[in-house]
């Protein structure tokens, strides 16, 4: 009889507890509802806090409606509008015919956002994708809400994933840091976990360390704060080293036509910027006809201008060297000026033709996005025009040194008038050359598209930083081009952040004037006996 009623005892206890924690779930969820229909940013912010704490089944749905708008409260009741266009009792997560009466859009501020924001964060830490959780760990870490930290510590018990425990762990942290009331101790080792993760965010947490601050808390702090600043001071530079390589990247591929034909035919051809500037308008051509007639081919569409590119601008190329510029050779000052009068035809033409407006030219899937390597940030498309500008460097040097071509184009540039009496036809060697140069200028528009905007005066932008990487590097040299183009990318980016972009330009072009009083035929001189007379 003793034990029978000591088990029912045991049954009525446990009876009592579940239905007191109904009833306080119930009370609960009451009170979030009613403060949702106040009107009243506190309370709707209050209300989240509520659904999220009692884990509420339908608080992701509310939350996430919350954030875009499609929440509606009112006296008639709490109601998620879907995407779809339908309704849905928040409540109960019954499909509802139409809202009812009297509901009107629950308001936000920057404070209801932030809200929205740290719940949306704590209700992804225990989704089944490890990615998601990583991304909701980041959120709580921004928002560093004091009331997710109990969902956060049990999110890390149950975490198995290394990539997402490591960023709980950061958002815990980031939580205790700003907790006035947490133990000296926690925050000490929540000091060292933002120390290692060693970003900009982590730094500007450790800077908002508030309330009472123990010794041995200030001076982690301190070190924290020291170690991390040298981390970031050193991988601005890693940044700036790559940010150069990049500009490298394209003063190369600008300037390595123009030292084809500026070191062959020694013609200062001002033209030199709109054969860019073409290359980049049939990049545009290509892409609306691909979006018009073939929509499914436009992560093909630059392999696709790539060619068309070379083509037209090369074409324009030969033309102007045999309509113009061939009567000119020997005449360094008019050659010059018909170049320029032909650049300022060739820009009012595509203003004719396109308007004088930029034009929009896209970027295919693989070009499109970043990633971070450690502190460093690279694009996609920067990395793409790195390793194009790579092969195009060693199509032309496999042109000049492994063809027939080539070899004339050599003997050429070192003696004119030896290659003339050796039977190489020179008119055609300068017409071929000038298109080949004119081309390459055409391929460097189809990758300036993706990182610059289309319009007539793209090619102004790079003509004469283009002048500055041949001279520099030795005209009519493409190992000299190369690494004339890395050297003036590469300073130019370091000398940025001290000097600022146009004071850092005019010391750069003031240490190219003195260094080529020193050697005339820049780094890399060619050698033949005509060259070095």
């Known amino acids: 009889m003793s034990l029978l009623y000591r088990l029912l005892h045991a049954v009525v206890i446990v009876v009592a507890l579940v239905a007191a924690s109904v009833a306080s779930f119930a009370q609960n969820a009451d009170e979030a509802f009613t403060r949702l229909g106040a009107d009243s940013y506190s309370d709707t912010s209050r209300a989240i806090e509520i659904l999220i704490t009692t884990a509420h089944p339908n608080a992701a749905l509310i939350v996430e409606a919350l954030g875009d708008g499609r929440l509606l409260a009112g006296p008639g009741g709490v109601v998620v509008k879907t995407t779809a266009g339908g309704f849905v009792d928040a409540r109960t997560g019954q499909a509802l015919p139409a809202a009812p009466d009297g509901l009107n859009p629950v308001r936000q501020n920057n404070s209801v956002r932030r809200a929205v924001q740290a719940a949306l964060g704590g209700l992804g ?10 991304t909701a760990a980041e959120a709580v870490f921004k928002s560093r809400d004091a009331n997710l930290l109990p969902v956060v510590e049990a999110a890390i018990g149950k975490e198995k994933d290394p990539k997402a425990l490591a960023a709980l762990r950061q958002a815990q942290a980031a939580i205790i840091i700003t907790k006035p009331d947490a133990q000296s101790l926690d ?5 060292e976990v933002l120390r290692e993760r060693g970003d900009q965010d982590a730094l500007a947490t450790l800077r908002g360390l508030s309330g009472e601050v123990s010794p041995s808390l200030r001076d982690a702090q301190a070190r924290a704060i020291a170690d991390i600043e040298g981390k970031l001071a050193l991988w601005r530079v890693v940044q700036n080293l790559w940010y150069g390589l990049s500009l490298g990247s394209v003063l190369l591929l600008a300037a390595i036509g123009l030292a084809i034909t500026f ?11 709109e054969m860019v500037m073409l290359g980049a308008y049939t990049t545009f051509v290509v892409q609306e006809i691909i979006r018009t007639k073939a929509p499914w081919l436009f992560d093909w569409s630059l392999a696709i201008a790539l060619p068309a590119a070379f083509l037209v601008a090369g074409a324009v190329g030969v033309a102007i060297e045999r309509g113009i510029i061939r009567f000119l050779y020997g005449r360094p ?16 033409a595509v203003r004719t033709a396109f308007g004088p407006t930029n034009r929009e030219v896209g970027a295919p899937s693989f070009m499109s996005g970043a990633f971070e390597l450690g502190g ?16 195009v460097f060693a199509a032309l040097l496999a042109i000049l040194k492994l063809t027939p071509m080539g070899l004339q184009m050599r003997a050429v540039t070192q ?6 009496a050796m039977g190489i036809r020179t008119g055609r060697i300068d017409a071929l050359t000038f298109g080949l140069g004119s081309g390459v200028a055409g391929l460097a528009g189809v990758a300036l598209s993706q990182i610059d905007n289309v319009s007539p005066n793209l090619g102004q932008s790079y003509i004469i930083d283009s002048f500055m990487v041949v001279v ?6 493409l190992w000299g081009t190369l690494v004339g183009a890395m050297t003036l990318g590469v300073a130019n980016k370091l000398l940025e952040p001290y000097a600022g972009a146009v004071l850092g330009k005019i010391a750069l072009l003031v240490l190219i004037i003195l260094f080529i009083q ?5 780094l890399f001189a060619l050698k033949g006996r005509a060259v070095e007379a």
């Open 125 to 134: 830490l225990l989704n089944p994708d490890p990615g998601k959780r990583v």
């Open 187 to 191: 925050r000490v080792a929540a000091v």
């Open 263 to 273: 070191g062959v035919m020694g013609v200062i051809n001002m033209a030199h910027g």
């Open 333 to 348: 000052l008019e050659t010059l000026l018909a170049t320029w009068g032909i650049s300022l035809m060739l820009q009012q």
């Open 376 to 391: 460093l940030a690279i694009t996609y498309n920067r990395l793409w025009i790195i390793v194009f500008a790579a092969l």
């Open 415 to 420: 003696n004119r008038r030896m290659a003339s």
């Open 472 to 477: 520099f590097g030795g005209v009519g040299n």
């Open 518 to 522: 020193k050697r005339p035929r820049g």
